[in-house]
């Protein structure tokens, strides 16, 4: 699934974003990615989606080799990726099922198929009494759940979601890591960034991988936050 072999990112003013990263993630897993802002969580998920390159070392997503010389078919790798982002990137004027079906138009099913799919994907995430409300007239955990919906609808094999609790409270953020978590039953793999760590507790954590300053200070499987 993912496959990092002494993976470094270092940016052009000569910050060292993420150094000598090795490490493996297999189909279905969850992983909680932990540490403080600007620890190389955010640079991490960039190279996972191909927006960003290594600058030394391997990198393979879905079988996919992450590098420069890889843009077309990493423009392609990115329709079997759901990411989701806690500014949730929904466009105002659209109501939730027209934002779900913007996430669709890149795989080219036609538009009924393409309905079917985004009202099947808001079902599942609680808001099919919402298909038609503008999303601005969303609640935060609303509009959230609407990204993950446009995440999902594809269909992922990958599932990138990048500190999705930052902007909710308490009880949305822990319906949003519930729902996240239970997509890994369907052998996809979800990788979240949080700094909620005190919200994990009741959420089973197969996995938690820690960065302080671009390095890895902690990888364990079954693991509890400190």
């Given at each position: 699934m993912i496959e990092a072999k002494g993976i470094q990112l270092k940016y052009p003013d000569g910050t060292m974003a993420l150094n000598d990263l090795s490490f493996t993630v297999g189909k279905g897993e969850l992983v909680y990615l932990l540490g403080p802002s600007g620890s190389g969580k955010t640079s991490l998920l960039k190279l996972l989606l191909g927006l960003e390159f290594p600058t030394a070392g391997?990198?393979?997503v879905l079988g996919q080799a992450i590098t420069k010389r890889?843009?077309?078919?990493i423009r392609i790798l990115r329709r079997k990726i759901g990411p989701v982002s806690q500014e949730f990137n929904l466009i105002k004027g659209r109501n939730a099922l027209e934002?779900?079906?913007l996430g669709?138009?890149?795989l080219g099913i036609p538009p009924g198929l393409m309905e079917a799919e985004a009202k099947k994907a808001l079902a599942r995430v609680g808001l099919e009494h919402k298909y038609y409300s503008p999303v601005e007239n969303l609640s935060w955990g609303e509009r959230q759940r609407v990204a993950i919906a446009r995440a999902v609808a594809r269909q992922p094999k990958l599932i990138?979601?990048?500190?999705?609790?930052?902007?909710?409270?308490?009880?949305n953020a822990l319906?949003?890591?519930?729902?996240?978590?239970?997509?890994?039953n369907e052998d996809t793999t979800v990788i979240i960034?949080?700094?909620a760590t005190h919200l994990m507790r009741g959420i089973p954590g197969y996995r938690c991988m820690e960065l302080n300053q671009g390095i890895m200070i902690r990888d364990e499987k079954g693991c509890r936050p400190h």
């Open positions: 391997e990198l393979r890889e843009t077309n078919s934002n779900v079906m669709l138009r890149i990138l979601a990048d500190e999705p609790t930052g902007n909710l409270d308490k009880d319906q949003v890591l519930n729902l996240l978590a239970s997509f890994v960034t949080t700094h």
